[in-house]
């Protein structure tokens, strides 16, 4: 069924060293008018974030990014939208890596740490959509996935990087592709699926 959907693409990337948190920005550029597929990508955050505004470790080496998206859709179905994107997280970790992952809802992805024989959460993802359903409604797809970063030592039981899983630093650039890759199509079956 994947392959009789139509995949969209990134059209504009605007990449950062660092930032407050690319969920801002892609928020200002939303409102401004950006399109569809207007992505926020950026080394670091200084002050990433998650759901209720809790704090989200944003150093470098990770993948930092907040996609614009404004599908025709309530925002009731945003929690789905939430659960794919973890779902296309969760794909990309398992067919690089091998790693053993699950989703835990509504926003988070965690991976199995063999060493600490536990589930940590490596990857975090926040959905925000304009309010009502105005024409320019957009919906923003904010994901910081642990590749390469350093976490702080107030973490270690509870999150994990894929360079700890893996035991040396890996092409987040290559990550970040397939991440994409398997995004866009669930993308597709969440905008056919949800009415």
């Not at 409604?137 to 700890?164: E, F, I, M, Y």
């Not at 990550?175 to 079956?189: D, H, P, Q, R, V």
Request: glycine share 8%; aromatic share 8%.
């Amino acid at each position: 069924m994947l392959d009789t959907l139509p995949v969209k693409a990134v059209t504009k990337v605007i990449g950062l060293e660092s930032v407050d948190s690319t969920q801002n920005l892609a928020k200002d550029l939303a409102l401004s008018g950006e399109p569809e597929g207007t992505m926020v990508l950026a080394c670091s955050q200084t002050a990433g974030r998650g759901r209720y505004e809790r704090s989200f470790d944003s150093g470098e080496g990770g993948v930092y990014f907040t996609l614009i998206l404004r599908p025709q859709k309530p925002a009731a179905c945003n929690a789905s939208l939430s659960v794919r994107v973890g779902e296309a997280v969760a794909k990309t970790l398992t067919e690089m890596f091998g790693f053993k992952t699950k989703i835990k809802e509504p926003n988070d992805v965690l991976a199995w740490d063999n060493t600490a024989r536990k589930w940590k959460k490596i990857c975090g993802i926040l959905i925000e959509t304009s309010a009502g359903e105005c024409a320019d409604h957009w919906v923003l797809v904010g994901v910081g996935v642990n590749v390469n970063n350093r976490l702080p030592a107030a973490l270690k039981d509870t999150a994990v990087s894929v360079k700890q899983l893996v035991g040396e630093e890996v092409l987040k650039e290559i990550f970040l592709e397939e991440l994409l890759e398997n995004f866009w199509k669930e993308y597709a079956c969440w905008l056919a699926s949800v009415r």
